[in-house]
């Protein structure tokens, strides 16, 4: 049976760019392929965090797990600190990676660049991902494509653990959509969106009022052209709304460059604003109900039973293959 892994940071409220990008596969997996899916809490505090802040927005997460659709009878979710087979892996892995290709990392470059000096743990930040990854012997990784270098780094290590040791780990895929890889930021479609950029209208969060998704709509930047056209390289702005609209309507951008033909953006911009909203308003109702509920603490309690016995295996096999007393 195949495996796939996936985790996201509770840096924040999940947007649409985790959505489109990541959880949506995470969903059409589950019927596909045996899953796996982390709230990886321990790479959020790579960069500093509130305390109270990221443990609300750790269960944030796992509730928006479950009201995008994942159902925990199909899917282990988890809390990637409560198993702490990860930070062992981690530092096996530190031991057989080099500083010059995490120093090649990008995530890392852009991560790093304002900061007088970054945490060694920003650093090492895809060693982490990659024990994560390879602990539970997972064929695919869905994931954004901003995530694209920290996978090839994943299948370097394993392919050279391998080499050295023997067989031991999985050396995992990664699985992208075709539509809406990379959702571009609403002020500045020439940034991704990110949950931790500091201007909020620059994404549109799952948990967004309806208010709030307007105006972020409606401030987006766009070009002066006012023509309705997909074209990524010259018209960034407007091509990110047509895949928003795309993925949330399930039109075909051509099918909507065709309805939108002579109306200006004014006219796409308002009806994608009811597009998303629609959309928003199951997840939220769904999000409402389990959020505090005793259910969820239920389900990572059970995901982390789960994820114990598999991470536990493939810990002992590596244990095992570099020499390390067992008994
Ligand atoms: P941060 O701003 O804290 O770095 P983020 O918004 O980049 O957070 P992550 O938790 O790092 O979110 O990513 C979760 C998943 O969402 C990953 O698979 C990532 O590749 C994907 N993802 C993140 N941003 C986008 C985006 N703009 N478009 C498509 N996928 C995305
Ligand atoms: N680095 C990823 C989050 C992440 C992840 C993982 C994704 C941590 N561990 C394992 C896939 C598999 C990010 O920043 N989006």
């Not at 282990?76 to 500083?99: G, R």
């Not at 009022?209 to 702005?237: H, L, Q, R, Y």
């Not at 239920?298 to 020499?323: D, N, P, Y």
Request: hydrophobic share 35%; proline share 4%.
């Amino acid at each position: 049976m195949k495996r796939a892994f996936s985790g996201v940071q509770p840096t924040g409220n999940i947007h649409i760019g985790n959505y489109i990008g990541a959880l949506k596969q995470f969903v059409e997996l589950q019927n596909e392929m045996e899953t796996v899916y982390c709230i990886v809490d321990l790479h959020s505090i790579t960069v500093p965090q509130d305390p109270k802040e990221l443990k609300e927005h750790t269960l944030d997460v796992a509730a928006l797990y479950l009201s995008v659709g994942l159902d925990p009878e199909k899917s282990i979710i988890f809390i990637q600190s409560t198993v702490p087979a990860h930070t062992e892996l981690s530092w096996i892995l530190t031991c057989h990676s080099y500083t010059g290709e995490l120093s090649r990392m990008t995530q890392f470059k852009d991560k790093s660049r304002e900061k007088e000096s970054a945490p060694a743990g920003l650093f090492t930040y895809p060693l982490l991902m990659a024990a994560d990854i390879l602990l539970y012997d997972a064929q695919f990784v869905p994931v954004g494509n901003d995530q694209k270098q920290h996978i090839e780094l994943t299948r370097d290590i394993a392919e050279r653990f391998n080499n050295k040791y023997g067989e031991t780990f999985v050396v995992p895929q990664y699985k992208g959509t075709k539509v809406g890889a990379r959702i571009m930021a609403l002020d500045n479609p020439t940034n991704k969106m990110s949950k931790s950029a500091e201007n909020e209208y620059s994404r549109i969060s799952l948990l967004d009022s309806p208010i709030k998704v307007k105006k972020s709509i409606m401030k987006a930047t766009t070009d002066s052209d006012n023509e309705i056209k997909f074209d990524e390289e010259n018209k960034p702005g407007i091509s990110n709304l047509l895949t928003i609209y795309s993925v949330f309507s399930g039109m075909e951008v051509g099918d909507i460059e065709k309805k939108y033909k002579g109306c200006g953006y004014g006219q796409l911009k308002k009806d994608l604003v009811e597009v998303v909203n629609d959309s928003l308003v199951d997840i939220q109702k769904k999000y409402n109900e389990i959020r505090k509920s005793e259910e969820l603490i239920k389900i990572l309690k059970e995901g982390r039973e789960k994820a114990q016995t598999i991470s536990q295996k493939t810990m002992e096999r590596v244990k095992s293959k570099l020499g390390l007393v067992r008994f």
